[in-house]
């Protein structure tokens, strides 16, 4: 495990266990972003399977990284509103 891997498991608040895969999205301009999506495990029994969203947004002169860490119920929801959103 590298150091960036290292840092970015400290900001989820757990281990990276293994990226799922991404998905690019629609950015603005010359500004591209992804979504990425990790299996975490975490540091308490009680929260020993976490999900991560890795939102990247890079451009010519900047980088930005925002994590958010999601319990198997908060990423069924979120996947149920999806779901919704695509059939409307």
Known sequence: ?????????QM????IIRCVGSVAT?????M???LRVHI????SLAQRRLIGIE??????LSYQMM??????DACREL?????????Q
Do not use: D, N, Y
């Open 40 to 43: 975490l495990e975490g540091k």
């Open 26 to 30: 629609k950015a603005p301009g010359l």
């Open 1 to 9: 495990m590298g150091l960036w891997t290292w840092f970015k498991g």
């Open 55 to 60: 939102f990247v947004a890079k451009s010519a």
């Open 12 to 15: 989820f608040g757990g281990k």
């Open 79 to 87: 996947s149920e509103l999806l779901q919704r959103a695509i059939q």
């Open 67 to 72: 994590p958010c860490t999601l319990t198997v």
């Open 32 to 34: 591209s972003a992804e």
